[in-house]
């Protein structure tokens, strides 16, 4: 029985793989278009501005990059060190764990410590089986 629930899981990994990577993906870019147009959330922050409107450019270059899946590689490796840089620059300082509260304002820290695995995973994993890089490779 559970021979066969692993063969049929199994099976699915590489769609399920691709759908996390385009759903991460796409959360990623609209936090990075949110701090850069101001949408889908007005929080757009003023062209130059260092670190968070480069963080934007990062957030929503790479977000794109990794939802369709092309050099999702590279894309999830600058993408995990831009969260994990934002979390030790922005949340750690105020506490030393993610989930605690004295991290005030900041939202806490648990966002930007899931993002940075999620996309270290990416880095080790690669696309999934629906991405524009398994494409490029099947072709060559």
């Given at each position: 029985?559970?021979t ?14 691709s ?37 934007g ?28 840089v ?6 750690q ?22 993002y ?25």
């Amino acid at each position: 029985m559970a021979t066969d629930l692993h063969a049929t899981l199994n099976r699915y990994s590489p769609a399920v793989l691709s759908l996390f990577r385009a759903v991460f993906g796409l959360l990623y870019a609209a936090h990075g278009a949110s701090l850069l147009f101001g949408y889908p959330v007005a929080t757009r922050v003023p062209v130059g501005i260092w670190p968070v409107w480069w963080a934007g450019v990062i957030e929503f270059v790479a977000g794109l990059l990794i939802m369709v899946g092309l050099f999702t590689r590279p894309a999830a490796f600058l993408a995990s060190g831009q969260m994990a840089v934002a979390y030790f620059w922005q949340h750690q300082p105020h506490a030393l764990w993610p989930i605690d509260p004295a991290q005030g304002g900041h939202g806490g820290g648990e966002p930007s410590v899931l993002y940075c695995f999620a996309f270290l995973l990416l880095v080790f994993t690669g696309p999934g089986a629906y991405a524009l890089d398994t494409r490029r490779r099947t072709r060559r």
